[in-house]
T-cell receptor
Framework: KAGVTQTPRYLIKTRGQQVTLSCSPI?????VSWYQQTPGQGLQFLFE???????NKGNFPGRFSGRQFSNSRSEMNVSTLELGDSALYLC????????????FGQGTRLTVV | KNEVEQSPQNLTAQEGEFITINCSYS?????LHWLQQHPGGGIVSLFM???GKKKHGRLIATINIQEKHSSLHITASHPRDSAVYIC???????????FGTGTSLTVIP
C-alpha cells in the first residue's frame, strides 16, 4: 500500500510570504502529526490531527496552523514566513492510538530567503 | 531538559563492528520508536517497542520500561548503515512524539 506522501518535496519562499504544505496519510490512518526539523533544534512537534480535529499542539507561534480534511489528508500553513522557518517539515500518520505504529513521509524542505 | 536523551551523538565504526546506541527517556510512554534518517531527509521507522526485544535482520532493539531505557544494536555493521538514528517516544498524554537529538553513524569500509 502507498506510504505517507508529502508535497511538495522542495520549496523556496521569500520572507513575509505564506506557504501551505500537504500530507496524505496511509489509507485508513486517521491521525496525522507534523514536525519541524532544524539543525539547531532537531525534531520538534508542531501539532496532531485526528478525525479533522486538532488533538494536540506543540509550542509554536500562531503563524503555524493546520487542518485535516474528511479524507484524513492534512495541510500545514505558515504565514508571514521568517528566515528561521527554513527547515524540513515532516508528517507522520498512524491509526490513531499511541500504541500504533507511525509512518513518516519524506518531508518537505522549505527554504526561506 | 530533554525528555529523550540519546548517546553517543556521533559514532564512527569499522565495517563489521557491533554497534550500540542508547536512549533514555523521562516521560511516561505508550511506545518507543527507533527511526533512521538518511541524507536527504526521509525518515524510516525501524522498530516500535512497548516492551521486550525485537529483531529485524542485523538490527536488534530492546527496551526496559522500568529503567526507561532502550538500546539499538547493529550487528556486522555495513557502510550502508551510515545514517542518523533517532530515538522517539510517544507520550501517554497527548500522543505526541518526543525525539532524541539523534546519533550520526558512519561505517567505514
Amino acid at each position: 500500500k502507498a506510504g505517507v506522501t508529502q508535497t511538495p518535496r522542495y520549496l523556496i519562499k521569500t520572507r513575509g510570504q505564506q506557504v501551505t504544505l500537504s500530507c496524505s496519510p496511509i489509507s485508513g490512518h486517521r491521525s496525522v502529526s507534523w514536525y519541524q526539523q532544524t539543525p539547531g533544534q532537531g525534531l520538534q512537534f508542531l501539532f496532531e490531527y485526528f478525525s479533522e480535529t486538532q488533538r494536540n499542539k506543540g509550542n509554536f507561534p500562531g503563524r503555524f496552523s493546520g487542518r485535516q480534511f474528511s479524507n484524513s489528508r492534512s495541510e500545514m500553513n505558515v504565514s508571514t514566513l521568517e528566515l528561521g522557518d527554513s527547515a524540513l517539515y515532516l508528517c507522520a500518520s498512524s491509526l490513531g492510538g499511541g500504541e500504533t505504529e507511525a509512518f513518516f513521509g519524506q518531508g518537505t524542505r522549505l527554504t526561506v530567503v | 531538559k530533554n525528555e529523550v536523551e540519546q548517546s553517543p551523538q556521533n559514532l564512527t565504526a569499522q565495517e563489521g563492528e557491533f554497534i550500540t546506541i542508547n536512549c533514555s527517556y523521562s516521560v511516561g510512554i505508550s511506545a518507543l520508536h527507533w527511526l533512521q534518517q538518511h541524507p536527504g531527509g526521509g525518515i524510516v521507522s525501524l522498530f516500535m517497542l512497548s516492551s521486550g526485544k525485537k529483531k529485524h535482520g542485523r538490527l536488534i532493539a530492546t527496551i526496559n520500561i522500568q529503567e526507561k531505557h532502550s538500546s539499538l544494536h547493529i550487528t556486522a555493521s555495513h557502510p550502508r548503515d551510515s545514517a542518523v538514528y533517532i530515538c522517539a517516544v510517544r507520550g501517554v498524554r497527548g500522543n505526541q512524539f518526543y525525539f532524541g537529538t539523534g546519533t550520526s553513524l558512519t561505517v567505514i569500509p
